[in-house]
Nanobody, 122 residues
């Protein structure tokens, strides 16, 4: 059974940076696409970023390009999301997801973590 555990969330001020981590365990393959999604209160889950198995292809929500960076360490089975210049509108529960046939579609992912809360105060 694949398990994903997110960490690194917290309460920060606007303009701060934060790095989220996702630790994978179980039969996760280094060939699996990994991704981050987020869900703000009262809103649908939305795509944040994805990374292919080798880490040389990354994909971002257009609105987040330049501020967020996704990376992975296949040896350690870790995926990271570096978030810079955070804004109050980035406040959400951030989820790690793995293994998909459509990197942008949350319903296409096989595995999910429980999420880590990021709150950005103004």
């Amino acid at each position: 059974q694949v398990q994903l555990v997110e960490s690194g969330g917290g309460l920060v001020q606007a303009g701060d940076s934060l790095t989220l981590s996702c630790a994978a365990s179980g039969p996760i393959s280094h060939k699996d696409t990994m991704a981050w999604f987020r869900q703000a209160a009262g809103k649908e889950r939305e795509f944040v970023a994805a990374i292919n198995w080798s880490g040389d292809s990354t994909y971002y929500a257009d609105s987040l390009k330049g501020r967020f960076t996704i990376s992975r360490d296949n040896f350690k089975k870790l995926v990271y999301l570096q978030m810079n210049t955070l804004k109050p509108e980035d406040t959400a529960l951030y989820y790690c997801a793995a293994r998909t046939w459509d990197r942008y579609e949350p319903g296409a992912y096989a595995y999910w973590g429980q999420g880590t809360q990021v709150t950005v105060s103004s």
